[in-house]
Nanobody, 128 residues
Framework: QVQLVESGGGLVQPGGSLRLSCAAS????????IGWFRQAPGKEREGVSC????????YYEDSVKGRFTISRDNAKNTVFLQMNSLNPEDTGVYYC?????????????????????WGQGTQVTVSS
């Protein structure tokens, strides 16, 4: 049984940083893609960043390029999202998701393939 548990969300001032973690268990399929998705109030959920199981393939949504960094520690079955220079537009619920890799990471992260397993989400609020 696949389980994903997100942590690290919270309230931060504009310009601040947060590090999200996604602890995965029961992921037996490889290759896979793990991604971070966010849903802002009144908006559809969107792919923020994704990474392949080997780590060689990554994707970043345009608005987070240069500010967010995705990484994974396969020995600890954990994926991280380092978020710097946060702004109020980054506010939302951040979800971690994993699925077997069937297409290029960018295609999968932008809606080209459904992610099979999802975490419960962690709230990120950027406000002064």
């Amino acid at each position: 049984q696949v389980q994903l548990v997100e942590s690290g969300g919270g309230l931060v001032q504009p310009g601040g940083s947060l590090r999200l973690s996604c602890a995965a268990s029961g992921v037996t399929f490889n290759p896979n893609v793990i991604g971070w998705f966010r849903q802002a109030p009144g908006k559809e959920r969107e792919g923020v960043s994704c990474i392949s199981s080997s780590g060689e393939g990554t994707y970043y949504e345009d608005s987070v390029k240069g500010r967010f960094t995705i990484s994974r520690d396969n020995a600890k079955n954990t994926v991280f999202l380092q978020m710097n220079s946060l702004n109020p537009e980054d506010t939302g619920v951040y979800y971690c998701a994993v699925t077997p890799r069937t297409r290029p990471v960018q295609v999968m992260c932008t809606g080209g393939a459904p992610f099979r397993y999802w975490g419960q989400g962690t709230q990120v609020t950027v406000s002064s």
